[in-house]
Structures are given as C-alpha cells and as structure tokens.
C-alpha cells in the first residue's frame, strides 16, 4: 500500500469496478430488503441535504447487503415539471423562440432533447458520493412504465370517486400561469403597508360611536373590488346592532353585507375584515362558511377584469349579482391598480390612514413572482377517504415513524386534510387523461380509443385535456410504480411494502403522506414499514444555508476541493444585489482564505452520519470533516503496520497452533462488544452512536493501544513462535473485521485495504460488500483480560502525565516505586512485567515495603494503588521552580494587564464585541494556563 492515504486515487476506480460488475444489484438469499431513493429532480445538482440523506440510506444498505439481505436500492429522478419547463425555456428564450413558437408536441421534443443531454448530471454525482444504488432499474418518472401507472392511478381514484374537476382557490404562478403547491410557495418577510379604509353603512345606520362608516384595514386594497362582506367578531359590541344590515362597497357600489364571524379578532384594529372569498384562504373558508359569492376580479396575468366573474361557494355560476367593475382599473396590473385605488379612496375622503405593517409575502420559488390566490377550475383528490386509512397504518404500528413523534404531526395534517389540487397548467408532464366534447362533457380513461369505446362516442369531436399532473402525484407512486405495478411482477411481489424511507420533516405530508394514501388505496399495502425522518443541514453557525446568505456547502467541493476563486464565482454568480455579492465575498474569504481542501467521499460520508442524531437539525461543521479525514489516515496508517508486520508472515491461517496474549485477548473482546453496539445502532437507526463507537474502538483502542502493546511481541527475536503468530493473527483478524465495520460507514478506503489485507487474514471474496456481516462472539468477552489491559494501560498513563509534568524525556528510563498494591496489583504487575519495561521506559519497579518511608517523587494513582516516580537525579529542583517562578510572574502580568482593559468601563463602552470577544478569550487562557502552573509549582517544591 502507498504511504500516504490518497482518497482520489482510489474512489472512482473503485465505484466503477462495483457497478461494472452488477454488486449494487439484489443477489443476497436472505428477507429481501428494499429503500427507494426519493427521486431528485432532473434539473438538480447535490446540495448538502443530498449529501446527508444518501449517506444514510447508503449505510443501511451495505449493513443490509452483508448481513445476506437480498436489498435493493432503487434509484431513479423526477421530472420536476415547472422546474424543467423553466429550465428549456429559458434556453429557447435565449434564441428567441417561445414555447408557443413551437406548439406543444415540438417543444416536449425539445424538453427530451435536454434531458438526454443535460439531465444527467445529479446521477452522477449521486455515484461520486458512493451510493450503491442498482443503476440497471433507474427510473425516470416519464418512463413510458411510470407513465402508465400514472394513468391507471388516476382512472383508478376517478371511478373510485375520489377525483374530481371543481373551481376552487389555488395558488396561482402569474409568471409560469400555473397552479403550485404549498411546497412551491416561499413566504417572504418584507416590510409593507396597511390601509385602513372607510366603507359606508347603508341604509342610515351608524356604528355605536355615531359613525356612518366603518374602517377595515387590508394589504391588499385592490382586492376590495372583489369584496362580499365585512365580517365583526359576534361578540363585538361595538358591532352587534349592524349584523345583519350592509355597507356600500366605495368605488364599486355594490351593497354588502356584515356578517359575524369568529375568524375575527376585535383586538386587531377596528375588528372589521373585508372578506374577499376569491382572493383570500381564509376569506374563501369564511365565504363557505355564509354561503358568500365569490367574485373574481383578475385574469391569470393578475390583471383587472372589466366585469367580475361570479360564482357560488359550490364553483356554479352565479347569474344573480352583476359583477361590473369600475372601467377606469380594467386591464390595468394589481399593483398598478392598488395606487389608483388608494388614490381614489383618498380622494374621496375614504382613507383613514395608512400604516406601517410588517408582511409575510408569498413568492413562487422558480418565477419569484408574488403568488395571487386565485379561483380556477382544477383537478382534484378528495382525500378524507384516503386519509382515514393512512392514519390508521401509522396508529397501529404498520408504519412507524423514527423519531415517534413525527406521528403526531403526521396526525395534525392528516386529521385537518383539505382535498388536493393535482393539475398544472404546464406542458411538461403527466398530461391529465380526460378528453372533453363540444358539449364541455368530461370522460376520463386510460386512452382516447378506450374513452370512445366506453362512452360509445364513436367519431365525435374530443380534445384532451391541456392540463398535466402535479409531480407529487406521479412521485406518489414511487414505492411501487418502479417495481412494475400495476402489472403484478415478481420484483412487486419481492420487494414491495418497502422497508424503510429515509426523508426530511419538511415533506412529511407533500409525499409521505401522500405515499401512504396512494399505496393503501391503490395496492392494499403499506408504501413502507418505516419512516425515518431527519432534520435539516444547517451551517457551523446553526443558520439555513441559502444563496443569499452565502453558505451554501457542494458535497462535491468537499469531497474534490474547491480554490478560493472558484469558491467565490460559485456563490456570487447570479446575485442581483452587488452589496449582497460583496459581503458573501468577505465571510467567504475569511471562513475559507485558501479554498477547501479534498477531503474525500469517506471523510464527509463518516461526518454526516456522526452528526445523524434522531430527529435533529445537524450543525455542519467543516472541523469534523477534517478531523474524520485524519480517521481515514489513521486506519490507513494502521493497515500499514499491520502489513508490515504480516505480510509474508506466519499468522496461523493454516490452522498453526497459536498463543493469545492477555493484549490479544483484551483486544478481541473489545471487538465483540463494538460489533454489538455498532450492530445495535444501525438496527436503531443511531449512526451518530454507531459512527461514535467504531471511531472509539478504532482510534482509541486498536490504533493507540493495541499497535503499541504488541510491539514488545512483534519485535521480540526470543518471544515463542505460538505467541508472535497469535500476535500476527489477531492484528489480521481484527483489522479485517474493522474494515466489514467501517464499510457502511466509509466504502472506498475499507474496500481499498480489505483487498490488500484479505489474504493474510484468511479470507476470500471479490469486494467487501459481499462479505459477512461481524456478529459478535460473547464467548470471546474476557473480562479478566479487559481488566488486566485497563490495570496496564493506567499505570503507563500515569507515568507518561508525571513524565509530562516534571519535563521528563519520554526516552529516558525511570525507575518506579509502588505502595499500597494489593495481591491483584503485584500480579498484573509481574505478569505484565515486560510490557511494561518496554513501553514504558522503566528502569526498575520495586515494592515499597512496610513502614519504609517514600523518597522525593511525583504520583499517580492506579486505583488504590500509588505509582512513585523518585525525583533525585530526574530534575534539578531548585532550577525548576525559579523557571516556573518566572513564567508563572509573566502570566501574573498578562492576567493583570487584560482584566485590567475588561474592568475599564470606557474600554468596553467603545470596543467592537469581536474585540471584547478576543480579549475575554485571552484572559480566560491566561488564567488556566496560570493555575497549572501555580499548581505544578506547588507538587515539585513538596517533593
């Protein structure tokens, strides 16, 4: 093996070989196991929430995988319509081509063409990251496979009765002229304004304060040409006489009722809220809720209607309200309408005042447009029905979700469900299988032909709808569209309900829930057995990372290295705001001054799952990778040790007799209990704790222990033959199981060595991930032995801390004394003699005897028994303590000096906190630093 552990030299070479040769496929004979990569959108690259989830779902896998599961990890991507649409789009904008130019069937060929070309890049960086997933069944969710279990699914729910077309309020995209999601829509916190109008009463009436009006306060005051009520708390006194009764709408004069509702708060404000059901979620619940008309006032560019569209609260027409409105807003766009509606109101003397207000907005995350609610007729799932039964999987332990009480907000929204908008007004996508005659009659079925069959149609005119699917519907699927279904294959039948589903809280009920209902519904299975569900990836600082906010992490610019140039083009680009630009430039430049170093796919996989604590938002700290980089160069490090003392060697493979040294011994049972724990762990779903183990065994135990204890062994030329090859053959034997261990965890470095080590350690395979899983032996627990090393291993760091104290060569020989020993003491320190001469240096080692008076020493303790080191010739006393003296009057200073500046009130009154912040920092080091010394000082000056 090469010196130096090199990870680029051995990662891609390394993957390769794996999908070369199928490994990734199901082959094991055991309960077949099953994970479905939640399918990343085409148009993606990784981002660190990629990083962290494949990282777990790989480790599950290969543990799996060795245990003789027969797994598959399923992978595929999504075609992500609004995101894709946008991204072809814009290429053709570039030429100057719409997609109108083309006419759909042109354009979806041109969107095709892109995939082909450009749609592949999260796949492969999916295989840089190591995933094993099984690239012979990749799927794409506009397969023609997937397409037809779309088709079916939608037939299936529709004769269920469980889909329908209705006019309803959605978010509406006013750039892409779509419908989104819930998911799509990213709430903006901006400063705004409120205005608060007057509309008159009617009829005479006055408030109880004698007023002839009443003032309601809105953001949205173009939204007040599609009001139809003002609604005041029923237990408003102020307003309880004019319940009933109704105010004239200003600028529209439209007559409109008060109504009593308790979605008002009489705190806030005047306790007055225009109800505008059309344009407001919660104004269109209040509409349902009074049977209001809901009057639409824009078009789908969210510009002004000459005359309202009027509907009832069932989406009927209503022909009995004229929906007029003013000419002069007619065409104009809502904001530009806002001004000319304030200035109207103004001028009529209608404008009680303006405030400040701080708003929520919400903007669509592809256009950044403002999202106008809007009533349009769409496609939609009843899911209540639905609901009931993906509730009760998860109530009676079916699914379960991990952490637990993930249930309970699974329960919140599923217990409080309104029916789902699943049609896009987009091109490319599922397109909705529903066909219209000239009549506005709607037939559904899996194809034209079979719609004219059914409905005995024969040539008459029909038109496909324009719409396509949300892509969560077709992503619904998932669990079982890529296994073959609805035909009933034999993948289906082996691999489906999936066991487990590895996911972020934040879509819990965007596609797990939706996953439950579909699977339930459509298949009578469960989608999966469990959920585990993950928190978010946050920067060192505890912050989202965003672009905006400049701290946004590549897994690849980790893995590969980035320069500080490339670093900066990377976070920069594309940033409207030069201000915003300059100031990520800055902690850009002070958090990574010489770019980030290729740490390697291992490193990062062992830092995200060591962070993988159940159900918490992980801080990512850029210092853990590197400290699980230095891991990786430790077990490399150790290989090659063990190689060198191995290879070429005797290590009673063969069945040679053996002898196993107390070390040996302890180091085995050492290795039974991790294999336990690490086993435990995974089976828990705790990588952190799993991660934490193996490093704790591998670090503390086999590489900072064991290799030096069997060294007095190894090097020994008279040490007998059975002794050195039971040596040799635990060194093998152990690192071979560490490496089955870590596989999970860190693929292409355990690969590497395995291969390299496999021979002399007696075992045979093509790769690692085909090797048994290490099980644990607790036949091979001694205990006597673990007590014997840890007695040792005390003793010698007692001496190493009086060796560091008393500025003792580590080379130089002692002699040592020991008091207070009892029986087990002088045993373990005879039978351990050598080890001890050799590791620790000594000289001698005598026994005080009774009532014989201890030399000048330092101590340590070794349980009850006491570890003298004599001083006499070791140290120059009086020497010692005048250069301690010196030191300890220079930190004497230093601490005066510095709490000196903190106690000036002037000082810190001016200073920035970072120097406040610094100068603490110094003062707080100084301190300790002084207390050691002052108590090293007292120790030698009582010898």
């Known amino acids: ?169 959605v978010n509406w995209d006013t750039k892409f002229h779509t419908a989104i999601s819930d998911l799509e829509v990213e709430n903006h916190d901006e400063k705004g304004h409120l205005w608060n109008l007057r509309y008159p009463l009617a009829d005479g009436n006055k408030t109880a304060d004698g007023k002839d009006y009443l003032i309601v306060a809105t953001t949205r005051p173009e939204t007040m040409l599609g009001d139809a009520a003002v609604a005041v708390h029923p237990e408003d006194e102020r307003y309880k006489a004019l319940i009933g009764t109704f105010v004239e709408l200003p600028l529209v004069g439209r007559r409109i009722p008060i109504i009593a509702d308790d979605y008002c708060d009489p705190e806030f404000g005047t306790g007055c809220v225009k109800i505008t059901p059309a344009h407001d979620f919660n104004d269109y619940e209040v509409g349902k809720r009074h049977n209001l008309p809901l009057l639409n006032i824009f078009d789908k560019n969210a510009e002004v209607l000459a005359t309202a569209q009027v509907f009832n609260v069932d989406g009927s027409v209503n022909a009995e309200i004229d929906g007029s409105l003013p000419t002069d807003y007619a065409g104009l766009d809502r904001f530009v309408a806002r001004k000319q509606i304030v200035a109207a109101f103004e001028a009529a003397g209608l404008l009680e005042k303006i405030d400040d207000h701080a708003l929520k907005v919400p903007k669509g995350d592809r256009s950044g447009t403002i999202i106008e609610p809007w009533l349009t007729d769409q496609w939609y799932v009843s899911t209540k029905p639905l609901a009931e039964k993906a509730i009760a999987v998860v109530e009676s332990g079916e699914i379960q979700f991990v952490p637990k009480q993930y249930e309970n907000m699974y329960f919140s929204w599923m217990r409080d469900i309104q029916d789902w908008c699943i049609s896009r007004q987009l091109w490319w996508g599922h397109r909705i299988p529903a066909w219209y005659d000239d009549a506005g009659n709607v ?102 990372m965003s672009k905006s906010k400049g701290n946004v992490l590549d897994p690849l610019d980790i893995v590969d290295g980035i320069t500080l140039d490339e670093l900066l083009e990377k976070r920069t680009t594309g940033l409207m705001q030069p201000k915003l630009a300059e100031k990520i430039a800055k902690q850009t430049r002070a958090e990574f001054p010489d770019g980030i170093a290729a740490y390697g796919t291992d490193a990062l996989r062992f830092t995200n799952l060591a962070l993988a604590s159940t159900g918490r938002d992980i801080k990512f700290d850029m210092g853990r990778v590197e400290g699980y980089r230095n891991f990786c160069n430790k077990l490399w490090n150790a290989a090659n040790f063990v190689l060198e003392n191995t290879d070429g060697q005797d290590t009673g493979i063969n069945g040679e007799a053996v002898e196993l040294s107390s070390v040996d011994r302890w180091i085995i049972s050492q290795l039974q209990r991790t294999e336990a724990d690490v086993t435990r762990h995974l089976d828990g779903f705790r990588f952190d ?44 034997r152990v690192l071979e199981v560490v490496l089955r261990l870590a596989h999970p965890f860190m693929p292409f470095i355990t690969e590497e060595i395995w291969q390299r080590i496999k021979a002399q350690a007696g075992v045979s395979g093509d790769t690692i991930m085909l090797q048994a899983w290490p099980v644990a032996n607790e036949s091979r627990i001694d205990a006597a032995a673990e007590g014997d090393i840890e007695w040792v291993k005390q003793l010698m760091l007692g001496v190493r801390q009086i060796r560091g104290e008393m500025k003792i060569s580590m080379a130089k020989r002692i002699d040592i004394i020991v008091a207070n020993a009892s029986a087990e003491d002088l045993r373990r320190l005879n039978d351990n003699a050598p080890l001890l001469n050799k590791l620790a240096k000594l000289e001698s080692v005598r026994v005080l005897a009774a009532g014989e008076e201890a030399p000048m020493s330092a101590t340590a303790l070794v349980g009850e028994m ?48 970072e120097v406040l912040d610094k100068e603490r920092a110094k003062l707080a080091e100084a301190e300790q630093a002084l207390g050691k010394l002052v108590e090293q000082r007292e120790k030698i000056a009582n010898l």
């Not at 222990?705 to 040596?727: C, F, H, I, M, S």
């Not at 000096?897 to 903190?902: A, M, Q």
Request: proline share 4%; with cysteine; net charge neutral.
């Open 866 to 913: 006491q570890v003298l080191v004599p001083m006499a010739g070791l140290i120059d006393k009086d020497a010692e303590l005048a250069r301690l003296d010196k030191e300890i009057q220079r930190l004497d200073g230093e601490v005066k000096r510095v709490g000196g500046k903190l106690a000036n009130e002037g000082f810190v009154a001016k200073a920035p906190a």
């Open 443 to 544: 037939y559904v079925g899996r194809d034209e032909a079979e719609v004219r069959a059914k409905h005995n149609l024969g040539d008459a005119n029909l038109r496909q709808d324009e719409d396509v699917l949300d892509t969560w519907f077709s992503s619904g699927l998932w669990t079982f569209s890529t296994l073959g279904w609805p035909q009933q294959t034999d993948f289906l039948k082996t691999f489906h309900p999936t066991d487990v589903l590895v996911t972020g809280f934040d879509i819990i009920f965007f596609w797990v829930a939706r996953m439950i209902m579909l699977s339930t519904h459509l298949t009578g299975q469960i989608p999966f057995k469990t959920v585990y569900v993950h928190g978010l990836v946050r920067d060192g600082q505890g912050q989202k």
């Open 1 to 169: 093996m090469d010196k130096t552990y090199q990870p680029h030299a051995i990662e891609t070479s390394w993957y390769q070989t794996w999908e070369k040769n199928n490994y990734f496929a199901p082959q094991g004979s055991g309960e077949p196991y099953t994970i479905m990569i939640p399918p990343p959108n085409v148009t993606g690259s990784l981002h660190m929430g990629h990083g962290f989830n494949n990282a777990i779902m790989d480790a599950l896998i290969r543990f799996r995988r060795m245990q003789g599961r027969n797994t598959l990890w399923q992978p595929g991507t999504d075609h992500a319509g609004i995101a894709t649409q946008m991204v072809v789009e814009r290429q053709l904008a570039a030429d100057g081509i719409g997609r109108h130019d083309l006419g759909r069937e042109k354009f979806l060929e041109k969107v095709w063409e892109w995939k082909e070309q450009s749609g592949g890049t999260i796949t492969r960086q999916i295989r840089r990251l190591g995933s094993s997933v099984d690239w012979s069944r990749e799927r794409f969710t506009m397969d023609e496979g997937l397409s037809e279990a779309v088709k079916e699914a939608f037939v299936r729910l529709h004769q269920d009765g469980l889909i329908y077309r209705g006019k309803r309020l």
């Open 689 to 732: 704790l799993a991660a934490q183990s193996l490093y704790e065994f591998v670090w503390d135990q086999y590489c900072a222990w064991y290799l030096e204890l069997v060294k007095p062994v190894l090097w020994d030329e008279n040490a007998p033959a059975e002794r050195q090859r039971g040596t040799r053959r635990t060194l093998i």
